[in-house]
Each structure stands twice: as C-alpha cells, then as structure tokens.
C-alpha cells in the first residue's frame, strides 16, 4: 500500500515541491521608526529657518545699495545686456522682494540707442533656488512690472538654461520706443502677449517654447516709412499669431492682421532664425496681402508702384518675400505663389 504521507515528505526534503511563499514584511511601525522620521522633519525644518534667518542677516548686515548694485552686476555678467536702474528698494516683510523704478535694458551689441525702459517691477527671488546646493547658482524669480502702461508677469529660471514665461496685457502699441525706432508707426491695443521659452546654456539659438499674441484696433501710418506715397492712415483692425519654437527657430505658422472688412488683409508665414544677439536674427517670411478699394483708390500711384516689391497672384491678392539678417534688411521681392 502506498504510504501518501511518506511520498509528501519525501518531495518536501528533497526541494521537488515548492514551498509556500512567505508574506511580504510588514511596515516598520515601530516608535523608533517613528521617532527617526520626526527627527529629519525637524533637522529639515532647521535648515530652512537656518537659511531664512542668514538671508535677513545678509540683508541687514550689507547696506542697501550694496545689494541692488550686486544684483545689477549679475545681471550684466549673466545676459547679453547692461542693466541700470534710477532706484531699487528691499522688501524684507510678507513677501520678501526687489523693486526697481526706471529700469534700463541696453543691448551689448546691435542699436543701443534705443534701450528699453521700464517704469517699475518687483522681483520675487526664489531664496532656496538661489543657495549653491549643487556647486552652481541657479537663480529663480518671478515678477511683476509696468512697461508703457502694460501690465507684465512673468517667471524667470537660470542655471545650466535658462527658462522664462512673459505674459503682457493691454500693450499700447504706440507707447513701445522700438517700433518707433523702426520708422513703424503703429497704435492699437495688444490683448495678450505670451511667450514661454526655454534658452538651451542660456542661448537664443537654442531656444524651445512658443509665442502667442492677439490683439485690436490695430492702425497704421504708411507715411512714417517716409516713402512719399500719399497713403492714408490704414484701419487694420485685429491681430492674431501663433508660433512654436524649435532649435532656435520660430515657426510662424499663423500670422494675420486685418480682415476683408478692413483696410488691409494679410498673411503672414515663415520663419525666424534666433541668433545671440537677437538683433541678428535671420527672417524668412512669405507676405499675402490685399489692399481695400477704398485705400487704392486714394492714392492711384499705389497700384503703378507695388509690382517692384510684390507680385500679383490669382487669387487677388499680392505676394512677397522678406529674408535677411533684421540687422540689415534688405527690400522685399515679389513671389506669385
């Protein structure tokens, strides 16, 4: 008679039979583990009251305009621009920041005779960010400024990249010296202006992100291109663009200003070829554009006129191109498709 149980036995000595799987451990609920968990809370806790408190000390210790100068030179030695401010000021309560009045923004390279100016911002610096706990500074803030009358946000990384998002609204067109500067009379209101970028070692020609603008009421004054043509003012109405951006390049995929209900049409695609300084980036853009009756007609010399830059396609509209360094533009060629 065979003896089952020997059998079993058998089999378990010899390994042929698995054994039951053990249960998984379980959590080490006990009050040390408990206490040692308490006791890193705490040490980090330390540490960050640690780092506040030898901020506020710095800031006491070292005389204002110490420190706002310090800023100003980092600001120099980590950008391609100069920086100058009439006046900065120290928020040490409820949210520690930097304000800055009449702020100066002068490229290193390219026109410098037109800087931008800001009427005032806030900086908000990340502290933690700004403490060199892998060997480098890496620097983050957000702010809050008035540029022309706009309100303006933003936030701004650097590091090994650099990474910043701009959000503008309200732009009054009219009131930015760089389009001036340009011979571009322009007025009109800029709803949103957003732009989210990221600058691969801090270059423009490595950039990543993408561009957004809409707007309205856009006008514009031809006789500010002081081409002698008696063209009147234009009612272009609105602006819409959308753009990504890739390896330093701008892709405008949607580009329109004006409608058929206003005094010019156009579209507009193509590229943008970032380069350090910006001021020598390269375009390269296809213009479709259609020009009302009503304007044509005002100034008869027009249509003579517009062959020698733009071309007349089937579709009633004109083309051309514009391509070059936006340092040195050159004049735009005319293209049928």
Do not use: C
Not at 133 to 144: E, I, V, Y
Request: glycine content about 6%; hydrophobic content about 40%.
């Amino acid at each position: 008679m065979i003896d089952l149980q020997q059998i079993d036995q058998n089999l378990l000595a010899s390994s042929k039979r698995p054994k039951k799987a053990s249960p998984p451990p379980k959590p080490d609920n006990t009050p040390a583990q408990a206490l040692k968990r308490k006791k890193i809370l705490k040490i980090t806790a330390y540490a960050l009251v640690g780092v506040l408190s030898f901020f506020v000390f710095l800031v006491l210790q070292l005389p204002e305009e110490a420190i706002v100068g310090n800023i100003l030179n980092l600001l120099n030695q980590q950008t391609p621009y100069f920086w100058d401010a009439k006046k900065g000021v120290i928020h040490l309560f409820l949210t520690p920041h930097l304000s800055f009045e009449k702020l100066s923004v002068t490229p290193r390279f390219g026109d410098t005779s037109h800087p931008t100016q800001i009427d005032s911002i806030d900086l908000y610096p990340n502290i933690i960010r700004s403490l060199p706990w892998t060997g480098h500074l890496a620097p983050s803030l957000s702010f809050d400024m008035n540029y022309f009358g706009a309100d303006v946000s933003g936030t701004v990384k650097m590091g090994t990249d650099m990474d910043f998002r701009v959000t503008a609204e309200n732009v009054k067109l009219e009131k930015i010296p760089q389009l001036k500067a340009m011979s571009l009379d322009f007025k009109g209101l800029l709803n949103l202006l957003h732009i989210d970028m990221n600058l691969e070692q801090g270059h423009f020609a490595k950039a990543n992100g993408s561009m957004q603008i809409t707007g309205k009421n856009l006008i514009f004054d031809p006789t500010s291109l002081n081409t002698g043509l008696p063209i009147p003012a234009l009612s272009l109405g609105p602006i819409v663009l959308q753009a990504p951006i890739s390896g330093g390049k701008i892709q405008i995929n949607k580009l329109t200003i004006g409608d058929a209900t206003h005094d010019l049409e156009m579209n507009v695609e193509g590229t943008i070829a970032l380069k350090d300084p910006i001021d020598f980036s390269d375009l390269d853009l296809r213009i479709r554009f259609r020009i009302a009756d009503s304007v044509m007609k005002a100034a008869p010399s027009l249509e003579g006129m517009l062959p020698i830059v733009a071309a007349k396609r089937a579709d009633g509209f004109y083309g051309m191109k514009i391509s070059g360094n936006m340092s040195n533009l050159g004049m735009p060629t005319p293209m049928a498709q």
